[in-house]
């Protein structure tokens, strides 16, 4: 009889819409610049929010899970959790745990292996792992680098739709990049050292994840090979490619290369093995198997063989695929990504700084700030947002249900592109937007191009960081985000 | 239960209102001491006369001790009320109703705002603590939600309803220039407005008021005392004032075309003046111009227009100077900008000037010398479209009849 199996039992990743194309950095500084895009966070988004919208793609409206484990490298937060963020803005239950893994980008890989170990031990558990990567202006790693965010729920049973047969690892102490804590961008030492050790690394890992598999390398159908050492990922691509060729059937084609995203998103870190099995995952035909390998202070490798239960869960939802959000990016200009990311401070609106949410309203209204859930009246039906006690229409006392919104569709009533608000990304649009399950929100609303937008177009929301306080809180709510994405990636911001 | 209004029952015999601006070189306390001194003076009254006093700010200090502390007032009475941008009419609703009731004698309603040493343009306030998810559009974008609803709901294109609004600043900056008390005192061309630089949707700057410092102020008494302090005082017909319950930004029925507030305050304060038909027994209104679409929609939500008709009557120059009902003849929040506490007491004070006919000749409302209408109204908003407070009153210079 055979154990049932145990891996991933949903899926979901979040690529932001901006795309910077590589070839305006080099028009912008005479040097850098290269070919293809990078997916850029917008002034609104962060490892948590970015990690809160995978967490939807994945969970769907109707997700469990007894825990989540939040992975970056570039946190929002020191000392306060960021997933206990992500588990309210999931309107998850209270008893379920949230646990941060911060600090390294290795720490993705790292929240695989737990949510998975939990996942076994009868505790389903989503694994988010987001980073919004960062450089020096002209930087190899500002240039390579991308934002995203994925999220696994890691479970047992029927449900699997890819089983982690096996897991290997190595790890080892050497000085390959760094940052302290505070800093914009990583150091690198130079990148001849640490290749030799990472190709070493990696083939323990993958001998090891192989050998618990009881797999060799012709077995494996898809190979995706992730890191910041964007020259060892090529080389150990290629060495494996070679192994696989002395022994496949096919030596021209031994497995499918999962295409890494280099060209169109960049290295996503922490993000980037969730992004890649997801990639995989998208294509994959039951029983097919993959070999996720990741390179970060050391190396993890993972195969998954996809179940028979994949296909309809593909069907079944409702969140884009990776190709589909890579392919629907628009382009945001040099100056504007430089503002956002802080490297070209600009002159301040005249206006007073907006001042910091505080703690105990953000805490009493919880469930509306992070989870966006209205109050819904039991004596009349009316739908209130915010959530309040009184009903604007009958007047009932205390007889509310609370009701997610936040998974809803609306439509614009009206709007405002309003050019004096503080916005790091002017205009802040300002819109009424009303639900077809009754009520209406004002809101502002992002990814959005004020000189095309109209009443009535259809909106969906997300969440995000709305700005941060002198003193560093981050104000976090949600956005309304126009349904149809631009597709058009030529399209200025 | 029922609400009463105080018709006829007050009068105001006296009143003050400091030039409004940039008052660089004068604080709320200074602004305050010129509208006292004023209103004082205007009814040959000293200030130990005064019984009571409520005084209107926002956030130019706090408690009536702003007041009593700056006039060094004798142990008087002083209350502090606060409304938005109602705040000054608001002084006055009060002042009003403890002379009505016969608590006080004579009560002053003063208002002041110092907004220019903020160094910042537009509004400012500081909110209480909050959960941060308040949507952070600006004032001129709550209001400018106003403008595409409109030309929707009025079947304008967009460039037919900027040339209607850019009619109403023009207006408006026109009758500013003729009055030495407004700030902006310069006559504009149609081409300025529409060209000034955008600051929310079609709003250009020049489609808002303006930020300045200020203060004004009434002397009220009853009724039946007025002519022993003026012959020429003006009565109080209606006091209207409504806070809405806020549906605006959560009632998918709203749709920032009309501001509720308003029209329920103007069926009270109707009501209680006895007005039947605004557009024909109104000699003029100050109405609360803070954006031009706000005075197009306020047009119908006052009663003045048929809905959906406002833009027709604003481009027929129905309430220009000349036209069939001034509306803003002393140039508005456009011309004076809008300190919070003072505006609604500057409004009357236009219809102090204008009723007892000694408003400078080049804006003097003609329907009043001519004795054909005999009332005035001024319309003051605070707050947001569909989240607001709303206040009027009515004012006529002949006692019950």
Same mark, same amino acid.
């Given at each position: 009889m055979r154990t049932p199996p145990i891996g991933v039992t949903a899926y979901g990743v979040y690529l932001p819409i901006w795309r910077l194309q590589r070839k305006d950095i080099g028009a912008a500084l005479g040097s850098g610049g290269g070919h293809g895009s990078r997916s850029a966070a917008?002034?609104?988004?962060?490892?948590?929010?970015?990690?809160?919208?995978?967490?939807?793609?994945?969970?769907?409206?109707?997700?469990?899970?007894?825990?989540?484990?939040?992975?970056?490298?570039?946190?929002?937060?020191?000392?306060?959790?960021?997933?206990?963020?992500?588990?309210?803005?999931?309107?998850?239950?209270?008893?379920?745990?949230?646990?941060?893994?911060?600090?390294?980008?290795?720490?993705?890989?790292?929240?695989?292996?737990?949510?998975?170990?939990?996942?076994?031990?009868?505790?389903?558990?989503?694994?988010?792992?987001?980073?919004?990567?960062?450089?020096?202006?002209?930087?190899?790693?500002?240039?390579?680098?991308?934002?995203?965010?994925?999220?696994?729920?890691?479970?047992?049973?029927?449900?699997?739709?890819?089983?982690?047969?096996?897991?290997?690892?190595?790890?080892?102490?050497?000085?390959?990049?760094?940052?302290?804590?505070?800093?914009?961008?990583?150091?690198?030492?130079?990148?001849r050292f640490a290749e030799g050790a990472y190709l070493e690394l990696a083939k323990e890992a993958v001998d090891g994840a192989l050998k618990a598999a009881g797999l060799t390398m012709a077995d494996i159908d898809r190979v995706a090979v992730g890191g910041l050492h964007r020259r060892a990922v090529k080389a150990f691509a290629k060495s494996l490619s070679r192994e696989a060729a002395a022994h496949s059937?096919?030596?021209?084609?031994?497995?499918?290369?999962?295409?890494?995203?280099?060209?169109?998103?960049?290295?996503?870190?922490?993000?980037?093995?969730?992004?890649?099995?997801?990639?995989?995952?998208?294509?994959?035909?039951?029983?097919?198997?993959?070999?996720?390998?990741?390179?970060?202070?050391?190396?993890?490798?993972?195969?998954?063989?996809?179940?028979?239960?994949?296909?309809?869960?593909?069907?079944?939802?409702?969140?884009?695929?990776?190709?589909?959000?890579?392919?629907?990016?628009?382009?945001?200009?040099?100056?504007?990504?430089?503002?956002?990311?802080?490297y070209l401070r600009r002159e301040a609106p005249r206006r007073p700084d907006p001042d910091r949410p505080a703690a105990p309203p953000s805490a009493r209204n919880a469930d509306w700030k992070f989870g966006l859930a209205a109050s819904r009246?039991?004596?009349?039906?009316?739908?209130?947002?915010?959530?309040?006690?009184?009903?604007?229409?009958?007047?009932?006392?205390?007889?509310?249900?609370?009701?997610?919104?936040?998974?809803?569709?609306?439509?614009?009533?009206?709007?405002?592109?309003?050019?004096?608000?503080?916005?790091?990304?002017?205009?802040?649009?300002?819109?009424?937007?009303?639900?077809?399950?009754?009520?209406?929100?004002?809101?502002?609303?992002?990814?959005?191009?004020?000189?095309?937008?109209?009443?009535?177009?259809?909106?969906?929301?997300?969440?995000?960081?709305?700005?941060?306080?002198?003193?560093?809180?981050?104000?976090?709510?949600?956005?309304?985000?126009?349904v149809g994405r631009a597709t058009d990636a030529d399209k200025e911001a | 239960m029922a609400t009463h209004g105080i018709r006829d029952k007050v009068a105001i015999v006296g009143m003050g209102c400091t030039p409004f601006g940039e008052h660089w070189s004068k604080s709320a306390e200074d602004l305050l001491v010129d509208a006292n001194t004023e209103a004082l003076a205007s009814a040959g009254l000293a200030q130990a006369d005064i019984d009571a006093y409520w005084l209107g700010t926002m956030?130019?200090?706090?408690?009536?001790?702003?007041?009593?502390?700056?006039?060094?007032?004798?142990?008087?009475?002083?209350? $502090?009320?606060?409304?938005?941008?109602?705040?000054?009419? +608001? *002084?006055? %609703? /009060?002042?009003?109703?403890a002379v009505a009731s016969g608590a006080v004698d004579v009560a002053m309603a003063i208002g002041v705002e110092k907004l220019k040493d903020?160094?910042?343009?537009?509004?400012?306030?500081?909110?209480?603590?909050?959960?941060?998810?308040?949507?952070?559009?600006?004032?001129?974008?709550?209001?400018?939600?106003?403008?595409?609803?409109?030309?929707?709901?009025?079947g304008l294109d967009d460039d037919t309803l900027k040339e209607v609004i850019t009619?109403?600043?023009?207006?408006?900056?026109?009758?500013?220039?003729?009055?030495? $008390?407004?700030?902006?005192?310069?006559?504009?061309?149609? +081409? *300025?407005? %529409? /060209?000034?630089?955008?600051?929310?949707?079609?709003?250009?700057?020049?489609?808002?008021?303006?930020?300045?410092?200020?203060?004004?102020?009434?002397?009220?008494?009853?009724?039946?005392?007025?002519?022993?302090?003026?012959?020429?005082?003006?009565?109080?017909?209606?006091l209207s004032m409504v806070a809405g319950p806020g549906d605006g930004p959560m009632d998918p029925t709203f749709d920032y075309t009309s501001i509720r507030e308003v029209v329920k305050c103007a069926d009270a304060a109707y009501a209680e003046a006895g007005v039947r038909n605004p557009r024909e027994e109104i000699a003029m209104a100050e109405v609360h111009d803070c954006f031009t679409p706000t005075e197009l929609v306020l047009m119908e939500d006052l009663g003045f227009s048929e809905k959906g008709e406002a833009w027709r009557d604003v481009m027929d120059g129905a309430f220009d100077l000349d036209g069939a009902l001034p509306v803003n003849p002393d140039g508005g929040l456009k011309s004076f900008g809008h300190p919070i506490g003072a505006s609604g007491l500057r409004m009357l004070f236009e219809c102090w000037l204008q009723l007892r006919q000694q408003a400078p000749p080049e804006?003097?409302?003609?329907?009043?010398?001519?004795?054909?209408?005999?009332?005035?109204?001024?319309?003051?908003?605070?707050?947001?479209?569909?989240?607001?407070?709303?206040?009027?009153s009515v004012v006529g210079a002949e006692p019950a009849s």
């Open positions: 917008a002034d609104d988004e962060d490892s948590t929010s970015m990690g809160v919208e995978a967490g939807r793609a994945a969970l769907g409206r109707a997700g469990r899970a007894s825990g989540i484990v939040f992975a970056t490298a570039t946190a929002a937060y020191a000392d306060k959790s960021n997933a206990a963020i992500v588990h309210a803005a999931l309107g998850l239950d209270r008893s379920v745990s949230a646990y941060d893994f911060v600090g390294a980008s290795r720490s993705g890989v790292g929240a695989i292996v737990a949510a998975a170990d939990a996942g076994a031990a009868g505790r389903p558990t989503l694994a988010v792992l987001s980073d919004v990567r960062t450089g020096m202006p002209s930087s190899a790693d500002e240039r390579e680098g991308g934002d995203g965010a994925a999220a696994l729920l890691f479970g047992t049973g029927d449900d699997v739709v890819a089983a982690l047969i096996g897991h290997g690892s190595a790890s080892a102490e050497f000085l390959d990049r760094w940052r302290i804590p505070g800093e914009s961008s990583s150091k690198l030492w130079e990148e059937v096919d030596p021209q084609a031994p497995f499918l290369l999962v295409d890494d995203l280099s060209d169109t998103i960049g290295a996503t870190g922490t993000a980037q093995p969730g992004i890649l099995l997801a990639t995989a995952l998208d294509e994959a035909a039951p029983e097919e198997t993959i070999l996720i390998v990741n390179l970060a202070d050391g190396a993890d490798a993972l195969v998954f063989e996809a179940t028979a239960s994949l296909p309809a869960f593909r069907e079944n939802r409702t969140a884009k695929s990776v190709s589909e959000q890579v392919t629907g990016g628009r382009t945001v200009d040099y100056q504007r990504y430089l503002t956002w990311r802080g009246c039991r004596s009349c039906g009316t739908r209130h947002m915010p959530a309040i006690r009184v009903c604007r229409h009958c007047h009932s006392v205390d007889q509310m249900d609370r009701e997610r919104v936040a998974d809803e569709r609306g439509t614009i009533a009206t709007y405002q592109a309003d050019l004096l608000a503080y916005t790091l990304s002017p205009p802040l649009i300002g819109a009424a937007v009303n639900f077809a399950g009754g009520g209406r929100l004002m809101c502002e609303v992002t990814d959005a191009d004020a000189s095309t937008l109209k009443i009535g177009d259809e909106v969906e929301m997300t969440f995000r960081r709305l700005y941060t306080t002198g003193d560093g809180v981050h104000n976090y709510f949600w956005k309304a985000r126009p | 956030g130019s200090g706090y408690s009536g001790q702003l007041l009593s502390r700056t006039l060094k007032l004798d142990y008087k009475p002083v209350t $502090r009320v606060e409304n938005f941008c109602a705040t000054g009419s +608001e *002084a006055f %609703r /009060n002042a009003c109703y903020s160094g910042y343009s537009g509004l400012v306030s500081t909110p209480p603590p909050h959960d941060g998810t308040a949507v952070a559009i600006t004032t001129p974008a709550a209001f400018g939600l106003l403008a595409p609803a409109y030309a929707k709901m009025a009619r109403i600043a023009w207006k408006n900056h026109y009758n500013g220039a003729r009055n030495p $008390r407004a700030q902006f005192r310069k006559e504009l061309s149609m +081409e *300025a407005i %529409r /060209n000034s630089p955008k600051v929310s949707g079609m709003l250009g700057v020049l489609d808002c008021s303006g930020v300045s410092d200020g203060s004004a102020a009434a002397i009220i008494v009853r009724a039946e005392d007025a002519y022993q302090y003026t012959d020429k005082p003006i009565f109080v017909k209606a804006r003097q409302v003609q329907s009043i010398v001519t004795g054909e209408r005999k009332l005035g109204l001024t319309h003051n908003l605070g707050g947001r479209p569909g989240d607001c407070v709303s206040f009027i």
